[in-house]
């Protein structure tokens, strides 16, 4: 039987036990499966945000069928789906299945490929394994397996009859999106890849567990080929540990997991899974393994190439596995046999870990940063403005636009995990990253609350010393007022995140929360904050992946999702756009960014020239010096925008500067009343609206924006009373007085 008589069969079969309720509908890739049941008991399973309009055919109205679109990036429950527990129940044979008269939804699991189920032969390969195009990916945190990866690659492009140079690639740094190559592999090499991992293994939480979920998720996607690794050559994993310290099953477990995950994604092993350990055996032992590896190439003598063997592998499946990849499965059964499949033999890689723990690589480079880990998922730091402002000195852009002290400000993260990699961010290679769900322990937030404000005094305490601290802002920085929830990760994918915010509201703190427009339902479901951001980072989708390097493939239906809460569900709050200019990156093609605008109509928008945060070598950061815009060019980005939007009709001018840090403020022209910018916060009239509990706008809580700030300013942003205390102030604006002069001599001249 062909596999689509398979699933032909299969759908009749399901209707026919369903009793004529169930219909499977699979539409431009989506994939839904529809089940009318009785009236009274309706409840609604899911919805998808477009709001699919299910129609019955029979009688040409909507009918009571709940659509389940899986390919939603932007659905948000109205209801929570109980899926009743049924512990006794296991996956059972397909005869008994057959045999029950009551069924309930269904789901059909994709069939294994067809093989032959021949004997494990002894197989010469279709293509030459020297023919082959080779990929070496490695993922790294201290080093080494970049070390052996390099080692790997010079080996083998030394080959003399190896007929492709071989790729070379991390999985933090050159690949963006893994359904690249883990899903999909590469077509024009087609038969022909083969994929080499060199991987550590980490007890603690890193990139490493967001790759393996990634196998494993395709491996449980019913959308998608379970088996895409077939279309390769084959595959091998070199992996590097510590056998001192994690001895036992904990050994390479990573590596471990990663070949068992590509042998059950249909890949074929070519080489037995290295175990190296890095403190005892190091390099000589990874080397054996490269040496070994490089002569299987070469000798191209026939290998054993069972087709079954991955799919069957004992060791991590059992009985019941061979009946289940055939059979339907009740959806109550779902949440078992995920768990089932998630902990078989593979246990270790479904504990519930520390987002940063302690011991973990990424825990010292946040501190050494000079971050303060709270519990295990959240930070805080204090940033050089708040040490400016302690010593009498000048305040951030955010005093200038929105009169917020840097002495009285806390900036904080509940989630130092983001869902991107962006250029501009120093993190990648270490950062903790997931695409969506929250799979690390979780801390109340109460104690982020205690560990954000007890670390962000401590980090005061410690200023005492430094000269020129003022004694009177010094004793104020220990009464926050400000929070900004932005530092780095994404504080949105906390949970809790509605629980925190309502804690700093009720201790008369503002919050100033930045996302990254890629969590939608998050952003829809945000309470109330005193000011709402939206990083924009690019205004195309090319340029985004660029420039964000996303995790999700979705991502811009993400962001576009994301613009339209603004506009709607969130409309209420005061919203601002975060654009960071990265030369080179996403300052082309303004109307796109209008276009944007016009979407979200957020309340302001504030731009910000990138700066520059390390050399591109230490951290995979692409950007270079070349890529930080000067403040003209930044000027000019968006006096070009201004006059797009005003061209088509909308009302956005530019309101704000503070030239010291780069930064401008535009603002709809409801902040500007009685001839004046009005952008700063009347922060106590915030408050006395929240605990009111009256519906309020943006423009409810607007205050004065002050005379120095105002764009084209002469101060351009540099508060008078602080900038005879800031050298650097002083002479940016010196240089920026200078500039203006030449301009208007030139024109001058111009004119003559
Ligand atoms: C926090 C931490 C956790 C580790 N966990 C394990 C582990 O569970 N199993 C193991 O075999 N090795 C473990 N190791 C050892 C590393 O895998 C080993 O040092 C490896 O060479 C690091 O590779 P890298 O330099 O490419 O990051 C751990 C090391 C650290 C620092
Ligand atoms: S969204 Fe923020 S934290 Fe995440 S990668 Fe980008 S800059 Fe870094």
């Known amino acids: 039987m062909s596999l689509g008589n398979t699933v032909l069969a299969l759908c009749c079969m399901l209707y026919l036990l369903s009793g004529g309720r169930w219909s499977i509908v699979i539409a431009a890739g989506t994939l839904s499966l529809m089940y009318s049941k009785n009236k009274q008991s309706s409840q609604v399973i899911s919805k998808s945000i477009s709001e699919d309009k299910a129609v019955d055919k029979e009688s040409s109205k909507p009918s009571p069928i709940y659509a389940v679109d899986f390919t939603s990036t932007s659905f948000t429950p109205e209801s929570t789906t109980n899926i009743p527990e049924n512990k006794s129940r296991s996956v059972k044979p397909i005869s008994s299945i057959r045999s029950r008269g009551r069924r309930s939804p269904k789901i059909i699991k994709a069939n294994k490929p067809i093989t032959n189920n021949s004997e494990p032969a002894l197989t010469r390969s279709t293509v030459n394994l020297l023919d082959s195009q080779i ?5 790294t945190l201290t080093g080494s397996s970049q070390r052996v990866a390099k080692a790997l690659y010079e080996k083998l492009e030394n080959l003399p009859n190896l007929i492709n140079k071989p790729k070379l690639l991390s999985l933090d740094d050159d ?9 999909k592999t590469p077509e024009s090499e087609k038969n022909k890849s083969i994929y080499l991992l060199v991987l550590p293994s980490y007890e603690t939480d890193s990139p490493i567990d967001y790759f393996l979920e990634h196998l494993k998720e395709t491996y449980q996607d019913f959308r998608v080929d379970k088996y895409p690794m077939r279309s390769l050559l084959g595959f091998a994993v ?3 540990g510590d056998s001192e310290s994690w001895a036992g099953d904990k050994f390479c477990y990573q590596a471990k997991l990663a070949d068992r995950w590509m042998g059950k994604l249909g890949g074929r092993r070519l080489y037995p899974v290295g175990e190296v350990c890095m403190k005892y055996d190091g ?8 040496q070994n590896f490089a002569s299987l190439l070469a000798d191209d003598e026939p290998f054993y190439l069972d087709a079954n063997d991955e799919i069957d592998d004992s060791d991590y499946e059992n009985d019941d596995d061979d009946e289940d990849s055939n059979t339907l499965v009740d959806v109550e059964d779902m949440g078992d046999i995920i768990k089932k499949q998630g902990t078989k033999g593979l246990s270790s890689q479904t504990e519930v870990k520390q987002m940063v723990a302690k011991d973990s690589p990424t825990y010292k480079s946040l501190t050494k940063q000079g971050y ?8 805080v730091k204090i940033c050089r403005w708040t040490k400016s402002a302690l010593r009498g000195r000048g305040s951030c852009y955010k005093f200038a636009f929105y009169g917020i002290k840097s002495h009285l400000c806390m900036e904080t993260t509940p989630s130092l995990a983001c869902s991107n990699k962006c250029v501009f961010c120093w993190r990648h290679g270490t950062n903790p990253v997931a695409k969506s769900n929250w799979r690390w322990e979780l801390d109340p937030p109460e104690k982020v609350m205690e560990g954000a404000l007890q670390g962000h005094y401590q980090k005061i305490k410690q200023m005492r010393g430094v000269p020129g601290i003022q004694m009177d802002r010094f004793d104020e920085a220990f009464k926050v007022k400000h929070c900004a929830l932005s530092l780095v990760g994404e504080p949105i994918f906390y949970p809790y995140i509605n629980e925190f915010v309502g804690m700093l509201h009720e201790q008369q703190i503002s919050s100033f929360l930045v996302c990254n427009a890629q969590h939608p339902d998050q952003l829809a479901k945000l309470n109330r904050v005193t000011q709402l951001y939206v990083s924009i980072d690019a205004p195309t989708k090319t340029d985004l992946k660029k420039v964000d390097r996303p995790l999700n493939s979705d991502f811009w ?15 209420h709050q005061r919203t601002v756009f975060r654009l960071t200019l990265v030369k080179g990156f996403n300052m082309n093609d303004i109307s796109s960014y209008a276009d944007m605008v016009i979407r979200a109509q957020p309340s302001q928008i504030e731009i910000k020239g990138a700066t520059f945060c390390g050399s591109s070598n230490s951290n995979g950061n692409p950007l270079t010096m070349q890529n930080i815009p000067f403040y003209e060019e930044c000027k000019q980005f968006v006096i070009s925008l201004s006059e797009d939007l005003k061209s088509r009709g909308y009302d956005y001018e530019i309101a704000a500067e503070h030239a010291h840090s780069c930064c401008i403020l535009m603002a709809h022209k409801r902040f500007y009343r009685n001839g004046k910018w009005h952008t700063h916060i009347d922060y106590p009239r915030f408050f006395e609206l929240l605990e009111s509990g009256e519906e309020f706008n943006d423009v409810d809580y607007i205050k004065e924006t002050p005379e120095w700030a105002v764009w084209g300013s002469e101060e351009a942003g540099f508060n008078p009373v602080d900038t005879k205390f800031d050298r650097k102030a002083e002479k940016m604006k010196n240089r920026l007085e200078r500039e203006e002069k030449a301009k208007r001599v030139l024109e001058q001249q111009k004119v003559h």
Do not use: A
Request: charged content about 20%; overall charge negative.
């Open 557 to 571: 239906d993400r962001l576009m999702s994301c613009l339209d809460i603004l506009r709607t569900t969130q409309s």
């Open 238 to 240: 070199l992996g590097l």
């Open 372 to 379: 303060t880990i709270v519990g295990s998922h959240s930070g």
């Open 175 to 183: 690949v963006d999106d893994l359904e690249e190559y883990f899903l």
């Open 135 to 139: 990929y070496i990916f490695y993922t």
């Open 283 to 290: 390099e000589p032992k990874t080397n054996t393994w490269i």
